[in-house]
């Protein structure tokens, strides 16, 4: 394959105007060419291409291993950009854009012909959103054109939230990476579906329902938020288009086996760890409230017991895990409530088999 015959990727720093400049031209001239860059967003790195060609967006399919079933999300840098991506952009759109964007949150709207359908998995609607990040936003103004960006990593794997993870992963299959820093959110968008009669969040993220449907005044319902969204997905092959990425069975999985617990001390865990028939050296546990000692154990990392910031540290902590040979990763169960749903989703698919 073409893309296996390519030399190691050029890494473009950003840390002062003139290596931004550089960077924002060199990731532009490229996609304008039709390739495919990876390229920071506030949330995880993007494997990027132009939206609008069929052809580069191909390329993102191939480069990932990622199933023709599960769409990308297209990246804009303004909402005239977003309008020209969809047939409706209603009340609701306008306002949740006022209020959230730039930033986490992808609305899911009914798509323009300009946008190719491999790019929506043949559906007929597509996930829209303004990234907060200044890198990607400067990308796209120079470009002229969206950008269709899942994230930068081999399909359903971990993604990644600094350029080095890219780099480890796609370095040789890709032409470039700009490195901007680790990302500051850490986990993927909300996204949300304002095309059916009662919209509803499709993937959870740090923008949860509850906020959202305050900015629409509309009542949270019952039964339609992104729980039943999760159960329908895994209670079923998914072969047909899915209206968001993030909703495959297994996603955002780390090499080892990962296993979500709650434990009340250091033989209760030790004697739930054991049934996992993993050595104790190969095991390592992330815990915010009961931190284990780490006797036996290959490594305890201790991340913060609040969501945003568990959502910064989790995918940098479990590529560390993954690094240092772990087999089992044990990650302290999340309280519950909506501002950990996001969390508890990404752990969920990821603990899937």
Same mark, same amino acid.
């Not at 009914?110 to 929506?120: G, L």
């Given at each position: ?64 291993? #990622? ?8 990246? !804009? ?41 491999? !790019? ?7 996930? *829209? ?37 890219? #780099?480890?992963?796609?370095? #040789?299959?890709?032409?470039? @990476? ?12 909300? !996204? ?14 740090? @923008? ?50 990962? *296993? ?94």
């Amino acid at each position: 394959m073409q893309n296996q015959r390519r030399a190691s990727a050029e890494i473009f720093l950003t840390y002062t105007p003139a290596l931004f400049e550089q960077a924002v031209e060199r990731a532009a001239e490229l996609l304008r060419a039709g390739e495919v860059v990876a390229l920071p967003t506030e949330t995880v790195y993007g494997l990027a291409a132009n939206a609008l060609n069929k052809s580069a967006v191909a390329r993102i399919f191939e480069i990932k291993g #990622r199933p023709a079933h599960n769409p990308i999300i297209v990246h !804009v840098s303004s909402i005239e950009m977003a309008k020209s991506c969809v047939t409706v952009w209603p009340t609701s759109a306008h306002r949740l854009a006022q209020e959230f964007w730039p930033g986490p949150l992808t609305l899911v709207l009914p798509r323009s012909n300009q946008i190719p359908p491999i !790019v929506t998995a043949g559906g007929q609607t597509v996930g *829209v959103r303004w990234p907060s990040h200044p890198i990607i936003q400067a990308v796209i103004t120079r470009c002229g054109f969206p950008l269709a960006a899942p994230s930068a990593n081999v399909s359903t794997g971990l993604s990644p939230t600094t350029a080095d993870h890219v #780099r480890k992963s796609l370095g #040789r299959v890709i032409p470039l @990476i700009v490195d901007g820093g680790p990302c500051q959110v850490g986990i993927e968008s909300t !996204v949300f579906d304002l095309t059916e009669t009662r919209p509803r969040v499709l993937r959870p993220g740090l @923008i949860h329902e509850t906020a959202i449907f305050a900015v629409l005044e509309h009542e949270t319902i019952e039964g339609r938020g992104p729980r039943v969204e999760q159960a329908e997905s895994r209670g079923r092959a998914v072969l047909a288009p899915l209206r968001s990425p993030g909703l495959l069975p297994r996603h955002y999985a780390p090499n080892a086996r990962l *296993v979500v617990l709650a434990w009340r001390n250091d033989a209760d865990l030790k004697v739930q760890s054991s049934k996992f028939k993993v050595q104790g050296s190969k095991t390592h546990v992330l815990a915010h409230t009961r931190i284990p000692s780490g006797k036996g154990l290959g490594g305890v990392s201790v991340v913060p017991h609040d969501p945003a910031a568990f959502a910064r540290a989790l995918y940098a902590e479990l590529h560390r895990c993954d690094e240092s040979g772990a087999e089992l990763i044990i990650v302290e169960a999340p309280p519950p409530g909506d501002e950990w749903r996001a969390i508890s989703d990404r752990l969920a698919r990821a603990a899937n088999e």
